[in-house]
């Protein structure tokens, strides 16, 4: 399987930036900080209503941080929900794959088809 080994540690978050209650808020920031010490690769499934509102500049962060991987995400309705990012959730053995290479899928944005 692919979550094996030393790879155990390896988890596949799936992060909805707005709306997320504090407790799981807490724990989820607790594990991220224990993979990143670590040197553990972290997978983000993208799921936001402002993705491409406020929460862009925090996507952008994100992105440029070593060790956190993205699922490839787009816009799942264009015209109803403009601001909305949501990852292609059949590309995550994809993603977990060359995560625990130390490379990050490409493309990460994508046209999404549901």
């Known amino acids: 399987t692919i979550l094996s080994g030393t790879a155990a ?3 596949c978050i799936s992060i909805k930036i707005l709306g997320t209650l504090k407790v799981q808020s807490v724990i989820l920031s607790r594990v991220a900080k224990s993979l990143m010490r670590n040197g553990k690769p972290i997978i983000i499934a993208l799921s ?3 993705g491409l509102g406020l929460n862009l500049k ?3 962060a994100l992105i440029t941080n070593q060790n956190i991987y993205f699922v490839p ?3 799942d309705d264009k015209l109803k929900k403009p601001y909305s990012l949501v990852a292609d959730l059949s590309r995550v053995p994809d993603t977990l794959s ?3 290479e ?3 899928i490409q493309p990460i944005i994508i046209e999404y088809r549901p």
Do not use: K, R, V
């Open 9 to 11: 540690a390896l988890m």
């Open 48 to 50: 936001s209503n402002d």
């Open 58 to 60: 925090n996507i952008g």
């Open 73 to 75: 995400f787009g816009q």
């Open 98 to 100: 060359m995560a625990l």
């Open 102 to 104: 130390h490379d990050q």
